[in-house]
């Protein structure tokens, strides 16, 4: 299994970023996509998360308003658009795939349920 982030880079405070995660050795569809950021010397927090449909999403309130999430199956794609960039938001950035084993199940938000972890994009934001 691979998932590959791309995407971040250095934005001016007020800026967007897109970032991208291709999944390769997973039934794509089957799965929730998340992502999840790191800043240095604190743990890892969940941003947002869709479901393996891609009909539901479910972002942090931190992030809520700022950012959307979508997939696209057919390309095993996930993407994370992220706007209004504060120095805050500076981080690794990282997308994770869980296991989606009912249509009706809650959208996972916590590192632990997340099966396969790609290698994070570096997300800085000037001020």
């Known amino acids: 299994v691979q998932l590959q982030a791309s995407g971040g880079g250095l934005v001016q405070a007020g800026g967007s970023l897109r970032l991208s995660c291709a999944a390769s050795?997973?039934?794509?569809?089957?799965?929730?996509m998340g992502w999840f950021r790191q800043a240095p010397g604190k743990e890892r927090e969940f941003v947002a998360a869709?479901?393996?449909?891609?009909?539901?999403?479910y972002i942090s309130d931190s992030m809520r308003g700022r950012v959307t999430i979508a997939r696209v199956n057919a390309k095993n794609t996930v993407t994370l658009q992220m706007a209004s960039l504060n120095p805050e938001d500076t981080a690794i950035y990282y997308c994770?795939?869980?296991?989606?084993?009912?249509?009706?199940?809650?959208?996972?938000?916590?590192?632990?349920?997340?099966?396969?972890w790609g290698q994070g994009t570096q997300v800085t934001v000037s001020s």
């Open positions: 994770a795939a869980a296991p989606q084993r009912s249509i009706l199940g809650p959208i996972p938000t916590s590192t632990g349920e997340y099966s396969y």
């Open positions: 050795g997973i039934i794509f569809s089957s799965y929730f």
């Open positions: 869709i479901n393996g449909g891609g009909r539901n999403t």
